[in-house]
């Protein structure tokens, strides 16, 4: 098979190409990957992940942004058919749309820390259209998503990514085994969204509004990062202490106050299924 043109990695792109062959199978036996599904590849860079999922399942979407890797991605694989090249921001993709009748979507990809978090917050806006999604991040993004209420990482997007899925924190990896090796360490995580929300807000949008404000001051507590939204006499009334801090209110008792502001306080007792 040709290997892949000489492709010097760009900064404004966050690109550090994966090249150790033990994290890449270490990723694949994660995904495990079968013949028919739907798979989806962010940012195949250099196919070092993209070769051993397409011997996998035969067919593979690739979504690139840097239009200079997309001919070597064609003369690598040129012998597969069932390579689809999309071209473009993934944070722009209509993944229910990419999806169409077919099976949800599997998504994999070595994400760019600059546009991590951003794109993962969009696909968990994607509903039923995503099965699963197995990332590599910076470490630091990972123990945020897989944080437990609590701790120092527990936070915006621990609540948002844990309303939706189940977050798993799977293993690291170490700079080295990137070309150009990034100044900082990186873990795989697994997303699996739920069959069935364990706490259902209402109105999601005013779920993650309310929530982006409590945490608007990590040090304040709810009743100074909440006043002038939520008095802390409802808070009182909904079982959650008003001189809390944010990091350690769960996710169903964000749930259970968003529902409250909803108009609909009575239809969330017991539904917590985290507390």
């Known amino acids: 098979m040709p290997s892949m043109p000489h492709h010097r990695a760009r900064k404004r792109f966050g690109q550090n190409f994966l090249q150790d062959t033990g994290v890449i199978g270490g990723i694949v036996d994660a995904v495990q990957p079968r013949a028919g599904e739907r798979l989806v590849e962010i940012g195949p860079g250099q196919g070092a992940l993209t070769q051993p999922l397409l011997d996998a399942v035969g067919e593979l979407d ?25 071209e473009g921001d993934a944070l722009k993709i209509d993944f229910a749309e990419l999806k169409g009748d077919g099976e949800p979507l599997r998504v994999v990809g070595n994400l760019p820390y600059n546009i991590a978090t951003p794109l993962i917050i969009h696909l968990l ?16 993004v990972v123990e945020r998503l897989s944080a437990e209420p609590g701790g120092k990482d527990w936070g915006r997007l621990s609540v948002m990514a844990q309303y939706y899925c189940r977050v798993e924190q799977l293993f690291n990896v170490p700079p080295e085994a990137f070309v150009p090796r990034p100044a900082v ?18 109105d999601p949008a005013l779920l993650f509004d309310l929530v982006k404000q409590a945490f608007g001051q990590r040090r304040k507590t709810l009743r100074n990062n909440l006043k002038g939204r ?3 006499e409802t808070l009182e009334t909904l079982d959650i202490d008003p001189s809390r801090r ?3 209110v769960r996710v169903g008792e964000f749930v259970r106050l968003a529902n409250h502001l909803a108009g609909a306080p009575g239809e969330t007792a017991g539904t917590d299924g985290q507390e």
């Open 62 to 86: 690739v979504i690139e942004l840097d239009r200079d890797l997309i001919p070597g991605l064609r003369v690598q694989f040129f012998n597969y058919p069932g390579l689809v090249i999309h």
């Open 125 to 140: 806006g994607e509903g039923s259209a995503v099965a699963d999604m197995h990332f590599m991040l910076q470490k630091e």
């Open 185 to 202: 360490d990186s873990a795989i995580v697994r997303l699996a969204p739920h069959a069935k929300l364990p706490c259902p807000a209402d």
């Open 230 to 232: 939520v008095s802390a």
């Open 246 to 248: 944010p990091q350690t």
